[in-house]
């Protein structure tokens, strides 16, 4: 899992984990796109503390990781990518299940049924005001950006539901889908909309 940080200690901590590979996205786009926010100046701009995460597509890995993740940074905010073949826009997914995981990860392996047990509620929804930020984030940065109630019973829904139930608030945490790369956004224009989405929900938790 690589670990991208810089020394701030007063900003608040955005976490933002892409996936490796699996399938046949031997280059995942998800952490492509991931990596390329620490070109885009995003720590200065933001003025926050930013962590990037590779995740492997394990759900043992998500399970046992990610709630480490919250602990250990106390974040501000978590925002997880993710790559889908179906994708043609940047898509913010609005809720995540607990089970209904049917597909293997690449180790062979789903989760034992209810293995999830950090909740006890079956369906997650962010609190977020997902459309508002969509919009917002269209009409700001120039790329496509749409909701889903859909993740998809993977490894990304899997990692939702996961960093939902960690928070509280149920606002401290969203998941982006990005199209697979050049189909037709780059890693860097991929990035851009997610900087604007950090951006974006940034914004409105100061406001409230």
Not at 7 to 27: A, D, L, M, R, Y
Not at 55 to 63: A, G
Not at 90 to 107: F, M, N, P, R, W
Request: with cysteine; hydrophobic share 35%.
């Amino acid at each position: 899992m690589g670990d991208a940080t810089n020394n701030h200690s007063t900003e608040p901590v955005v976490v933002v984990t892409g996936f490796g590979p699996f399938g046949h996205h031997k280059i995942n786009a998800s952490w492509e796109a991931v990596k390329m926010l620490h070109q885009l100046d995003t720590e200065n701009d933001l003025k926050i503390k930013l962590v990037t995460l590779e995740i492997p597509v394990e759900y043992n890995f998500v399970e046992s990781e990610i709630p480490k993740i919250w602990d250990k940074y106390q974040p501000e905010l978590v925002v997880h990518v993710g790559v889908s073949s179906v994708a043609s826009a940047i898509t913010l997914e609005t809720q995540a299940h607990k089970s209904g995981y049917k597909q293997a990860d690449i180790s062979e392996r789903l989760p034992t049924l209810g293995s999830n047990c950090l909740c006890d509620e079956e369906c997650l929804t962010t609190k977020l005001d997902v459309p508002a930020i969509s919009l917002s984030v269209t009409l700001n940065e120039g790329l496509p950006v749409c909701v889903s109630k859909d993740a998809g019973r993977y490894l990304c829904e899997f990692s939702y539901f996961t960093s939902l139930s960690q928070d509280e608030s149920r606002a401290r945490a969203i998941f982006i889908h990005v199209p697979e790369l050049n189909k037709p956004y780059s890693a860097s224009d991929l990035a851009k909309g997610i900087k604007g989405v950090i951006r974006e929900i940034l914004i409105r938790r100061k406001q409230n």
